[in-house]
RNA sequence: CGGGGUGUAGCGCAGUCCGGUUAGCGCAUCUGGUUUGGGACCAGAGGGUCCCAGGUUCGAAUCCUGGUACCCCGACCA
């Protein structure tokens, strides 16, 4: 009965309903007043702001720099490249004021017309644009090159329609913006960085991703060539997570950013683009948890160790106080984060509950038998299974669990995402494994046409030519024409 | 922008079809006590413009008209 707060509807309900929940129930965010925007709350910040470290970290090793540029972006500065505009155009939101005034009636306040723009400016969907303005003064010759920056920053997208974590009108993310000297360098610099979101997806979200390129209908905006890394959700939708492009001289172009080459003559720069967002929270969010609640990777939870006490008076709970203080204390020093929850206001089942729900990989449990025995109990969050384990030792114990969760629950993931990964030949053994979700490989003529037809047909879209793997040739399930490699299929969010 | 749904206590909901006591339940909150190895129990207490406006009526949360907000499904979407 009092179970009935707290508890999450069974994913066979309706996946999104289950992840709504869970996103809510788990403190992570919750919807704002404002349409489509979210409010992350400081549990799931925590783990965003994790997220950033380490990515900010692997950023810095590969030689970048982070600097800031403006929200707001001069409206003609974003139709500057064609194609780029384009793709965002449609959702965009516009600033064509500045000032507010009492309205004359006396019904608060009004935009005062006398305040218009010249020219409107445009929130950030993506800062391609005024970086390229901002980098043309910066550039001159090769001396100047490469630039390697990286900003981190809310951008806005009026989507019609809203997830939480997913796609959001306003998200957070980074993206990282490079200006090089040589096509081949840029070239480089993009595989550079999507191998550094496989690293974190795979290593620190234990969420395994396939690496590849997108079809030209799914290319970023302006880009010559993106790739990508795709995830598989636990719904059997995949989830694109990161991308880096390689965008040529298309910028450079439409800035006229040139630069002075050794041999004195000018040439235009090239360039890359790279992003991960808030997304990626779902992602973690879609891949490990299960009906109790989340389930974090230890490298990335805010809390690793959670210990409960459990007594019967004040004189015992002060006696495990002293213990778990040393305890903590010897956790602290491997390096682990732990809390130690004696408050008296909750009984411990509901803090068992609690700490599931909120993804924490281990849980220690210390009472009168424990006390008396030199023991703990260890839960471990993945596998919610338990054990009682001698005190002595037990921060080496736990510090090798941590790993352990870790290791398990990125196999746990890789092995449903391989089991639901189908090979097919023909169309209609296509549109039949479609249905059952997870990825496709199979043979595609590589034109848009027909990668558009499937589409139709199916809602599955190409997610990537992948980059390791099978690179046997064949024929496209649909046409019939030749195809060099299979290429992954899903539907997806 | 189409199709559907919802708006009642801090949160989650019942009541609306078929108008009629003092608008009810669970959780949360407060008080007192007993408890604590998987979301405790008992006793008591506080908390409401029933989304807004208008209409029908002796009487409206309930019926009618208009508005509004949010959610879901489509369309849209790196």
């Known amino acids: 009965m009092a179970k009935e707060l707290k508890e999450l509807t069974p994913r066979s309900v309706s996946y999104s309903q289950w992840y709504n929940d869970l996103v809510i129930k788990a403190d992570l965010a919750e919807n704002s007043a404002v349409r489509g925007c979210m409010v992350i709350k400081p549990y799931g910040y925590a783990i965003w702001e994790k997220m950033q470290r380490y990515l900010d970290d692997m950023f810095k090793e590969t030689g970048h720099v982070n600097a800031y540029f403006p929200l707001f972006i001069p409206k003609s500065f974003l139709s500057k490249e064609a194609d780029h505009v384009e793709g965002f155009a449609k959702e965009c939101a516009v600033v064509t004021h500045y000032r507010l005034k009492n309205n004359p009636d006396g019904t608060g306040v009004v935009v005062d017309p006398e305040a218009k723009l010249e020219e409107e400016l445009i929130v950030r969907p993506t800062s391609e644009t005024i970086i390229w303005n901002t980098y043309k003064g910066w550039i001159q010759s090769w001396r100047d090159l490469p630039i390697l920056c990286n900003q981190w920053a809310n951008v806005v997208r009026w989507e019609m329609r809203t997830r939480m974590f997913l796609r959001t009108a306003e998200f957070l993310w980074q993206e990282g913006h490079t200006a090089h000297a040589t096509e081949q360098e840029a070239i480089d610099e993009a ?16 969420v395994p991703v396939i690496k590849g390129i997108k079809s030209a209908n799914e290319r970023f905006a302006g880009a010559l060539e993106t790739f990508t890394i795709e995830a598989m959700m636990q719904d059997g939708k995949a989830l694109q997570s990161g991308t880096s492009h390689f965008l040529g001289q298309n910028f450079a172009k439409a800035f006229d950013v040139t630069f002075m080459n050794k041999e004195g003559r000018p040439e235009l720069v090239w360039a890359t683009s790279w992003g ?33 006490p459990i007594h019967r ?13 040393e305890i903590t204390k010897e956790l602290k020093k491997h390096g682990i984060s732990v809390k130690y929850d004696n408050g008296d206001n909750k009984k411990p089942g509901w803090k068992f509950a609690e700490y599931e729900l909120k993804g924490v990989p281990v849980r220690l449990v210390m009472g009168g038998r424990d006390l008396e025995n030199n023991t703990v109990e260890v839960f471990r969050r993945d596998t919610l299974s338990k054990e009682t384990v001698s005190q002595d030792g037990i921060a080496d114990y736990v510090k090798d669990l941590l790993d352990k969760i870790q290791e398990n629950i990125f196999k ?4 449903m995402r391989e089991t639901t990964t189908k090979t097919v030949d023909t169309w209609e053994e296509f549109k039949e494994k479609i249905e059952e979700g997870g990825f496709i490989l199979a043979h595609w003529d590589g034109t848009p046409e027909t990668e558009e037809y499937i589409k139709e047909e199916t809602k599955a879209t190409i997610r990537c030519i992948p980059l390791d793997g099978d690179k046997t040739p064949g024929v496209c399930m649909v046409t019939g024409k030749p195809s060099l490699q299979r290429v992954l299929f899903a539907r997806a969010y």
């Open 191 to 206: 595989v550079k960085m999507i191998n550094v979101y496989g690293d974190f997806a795979e290593n620190y979200m234990a």
């Open 276 to 308: 991960v967002s808030t997304r990626l929270m779902g992602a973690l969010i879609m891949t490990h948890s299960d009906d109790n609640g989340l389930v974090l990777p230890p490298k990335l939870a805010p809390i690793q160790v959670v210990i409960i």
């Open 313 to 325: 008076n004040d004189e015992q709970l002060e006696k495990i106080n002293e213990r778990v203080a």
């Open 412 to 415: 746990k993931a890789y092995d």
